[in-house]
């Protein structure tokens, strides 16, 4: 698997406040960035931060659809077993909101180490009608100290542009040999999402549109 009313003055600064945040993402790029999301290649950044043995995944894709479509297919956790590599098994164990949630996740770990088992407390929120974001943070990891990171989806030229961005810090002297293993686990990741993303839209109508309403029902509270 991120609200306004109190005058009009108000609310013309709320809506130049949330075209502003919506244009960010995009003109935050370069060129030749645009350039290869336009082609229909992803934009990797790794982004070193002092002190952490492994980077800051930042990914870009460029996506058909709208944000909400993309926000919907994300916020179903549970399905990421189907399409997401190495991973096992998702289970919702409680929700503090209906826009706030607990999955507990079992990914497959290479180098016959045992399974990944972790607890993620993820967060939706609509920044606007073309805007989402839906953030997490690992609340316990059987190998990492912390991980957080966000899926921000933003409407650009009727396509949705997402940002993935992921902090992990590994908590074990095996983990932290596996740096280049988690880069390719978060780009395979990405690249599975946005598989996932096309085939829904193109062939299973159906289930998009019963996520949707899942989406406006968690967000319907939210404001």
């Known amino acids: 698997m991120t609200r306004i009313s109190a005058g009009f003055l108000l609310l013309l600064a709320g809506a130049a406040a949330s075209l502003s945040a919506e ?8 060129q030749q960035q645009h350039a290869q999301l336009l082609a229909g290649k992803q934009v990797v950044l790794e982004e070193e931060i002092s002190g952490k043995p492994w980077p800051r995944f930042t990914i870009y894709h460029l996506v058909k659809g709208t ?9 179903d956790c549970e399905l990421d077993p189907k399409y997401i590599p190495d991973c096992l098994s998702v289970r919702i164990i409680s929700r503090s909101a209906p826009w706030i949630h ?3 996740y079992t990914l497959k770990m290479p180098l016959f180490l045992p399974d990944e088992v972790y607890v993620s407390r993820n967060e939706l ?17 059987r190998y990492s100290e912390s991980c957080s990171g966000s899926l921000r989806m933003q409407e650009h030229d009727g396509k949705t ?22 880069g390719n686990q978060v780009v395979s990741s990405v690249q599975a999402l946005v598989r ?3 085939s829904e839209i193109e062939m299973r109508p159906q289930l998009l549109e019963q996520q949707l309403h899942s989406l406006e029902h968690a967000l319907e509270t939210a404001k």
């Not at 944000?67 to 916020?75: E, G, L, N, Q, S």
């Not at 609509?126 to 316990?140: D, F, G, P």
């Not at 810090?169 to 596996?178: D, K, M, Q």
């Open 161 to 182: 542009l997402l940002c993935y961005s992921n902090l992990i810090v590994p908590g074990s002297r095996i983990a932290r040999l596996l740096r280049s293993t988690a």
């Open 125 to 141: 929120k609509r920044h606007s009608a073309t805007s989402y974001e839906i953030s997490w943070k690992v609340l316990r990891s």
């Open 23 to 30: 244009e960010s993402m995009w003109s935050a790029l370069t």
């Open 102 to 104: 607990d999955g507990e």
């Open 196 to 198: 996932q993303i096309a």
């Open 67 to 75: 944000p909400a479509d993309v926000a919907a297919i994300f916020w």
